[in-house]
């Protein structure tokens, strides 16, 4: 069965950096495009960033470009996010996401 565990969420201060890592399990990772969403309280889940297979494509939501990192590794089945210069609305809860199958989410929350 298809599993995604994310991990690396916690408390930081605006402008610290934190890395998101997610394990997938159960199919074949290398020839799916993956995605990271998140979603704050009160809001819908948005996409923040997704990678093809082989890191061909990548995409980034605007609020996140030139902060954000998305990689894989195709020979581990993990997925990374790379998280720079974090602000206060960057708080939310961050899940790994595959076709039709979401991780449990790690919950991410900047503040001073």
């Known amino acids: 069965q298809v599993k995604l565990v994310e991990s690396g969420g916690g408390l930081v201060q605006p402008g610290e950096s934190l890395r998101l890592s997610c394990v997938a399990s159960g199919f074949t990772f290398s020839p799916y495009r993956l995605s990271w969403y998140r979603q704050a309280q009160g809001k819908e889940r948005e996409l923040v960033a997704d990678i093809a297979s082989g890191g061909a494509s990548i995409k980034y939501a605007d609020s996140v470009k030139g902060r954000f990192t998305i990689s894989r590794d195709d020979g581990q089945n993990m997925l990374y996010l790379q998280m720079n210069s974090l602000k206060p609305e960057d708080t939310a809860v961050y899940y790994c996401?595959?076709?039709?199958?979401w991780g449990q989410g790690t919950q991410v929350t900047v503040a001073s």
């Open positions: 996401h595959y076709g039709t199958y």
